[in-house]
């Protein structure tokens, strides 16, 4: 019994827990932030798109986690390291087709990774 009971717990962990859809990895080609706080980076083939905010909760991301993800992605520009991100949006494109620039991230809710 104590077996089944575990069996099934797993299951239930394993279908309730997040999943993406799909994830991007590349290059950090630019990162800046504007007077605003308004962190905007182009990664990979996405270009320039509004990440977060240092100064204000912006896109679902809160500063402080805005400052670490800023934090990230310099580090992985100056040691030319590629990034993943991931997104559950499924458009499966990481391109500026599904992700404009000078718009916020859509789908976005993990990361970044530097590889």
Partial sequence: MKKLNCFYLSILIFVSSPSFAYECVGKVN???????????????????????????????????????????????????????LWFNDASNDCTNTKHPAWTNLQGWYFGPNIE
């Fill in 30 to 84: 630019h990162l800046v932030i504007a007077p605003t706080g308004v962190v905007t980076a182009s990664l990979g083939g996405i270009y320039w798109a509004n990440l977060c905010s240092v100064n204000v909760s912006y896109n679902s991301v809160d500063p402080e986690a805005c400052k670490t993800v800023y934090s990230s992605l310099l580090a992985a520009k100056l040691a030319e390291k590629n990034v993943r």
